[in-house]
């Protein structure tokens, strides 16, 4: 393995460790309650979109509907998001987060936000611009 092929790897690693911490708090929380991270994602996401379009949410997140069929039905039903017709067209569901919903996305999302914060606040601005425009680059090669 060349000199290159390592310092990748290394950039693999701490990709997998630092996505690991992000998420161990939250992923704790969500077990505790029988859900998994892509429950926090749909909270998360509907929470910035409010009233937005089953449609919208998938371009949004990027996932197939495949993917969000079933922790959506559950999101659902146990009453996180709710769910209700477009007044112009009845076809379109429209989703927002309930109460219960709004609460557990800001207790799972704000332990996230903190750890940025403290993260950001110790490395500067700079640093956060260049780990932005990695992770623009690397969002940018998603192909479904």
């Not at 290394?10 to 990709?15: D, Q, S, V």
């Not at 992000?22 to 926090?40: C, F, V």
């Not at 800001?106 to 611009?129: C, M, N, Y």
């Amino acid at each position: 393995m060349n000199r290159r092929q390592q310092e990748l790897n290394l950039a693999l690693e701490a990709m997998h460790f630092g996505f690991r911490a992000m998420t161990y708090k939250p992923d704790q929380r969500l077990a505790q309650l029988g859900l998994s991270r892509i429950h926090h994602r749909l909270l998360y996401f509907i929470a910035r979109q409010t009233d937005c379009s089953i449609n919208e949410l998938l371009q949004a997140m990027r996932i197939s509907k495949q993917y969000l069929h079933q922790p959506l039905r559950k999101m659902l039903a146990l009453g996180y998001i709710l769910q209700r017709p477009d007044p112009k067209d009845r076809r379109i569901k429209r989703l927002r987060l309930s109460r219960s919903g709004i609460k557990l996305e800001q207790e799972l999302t704000e332990v996230q936000r903190e750890r940025f914060a403290d993260i950001f606040r110790k490395t500067g601005p700079v640093a956060e611009k260049h780990w932005r425009e990695v992770m623009a680059l690397l969002g940018e090669q998603i192909e479904f």
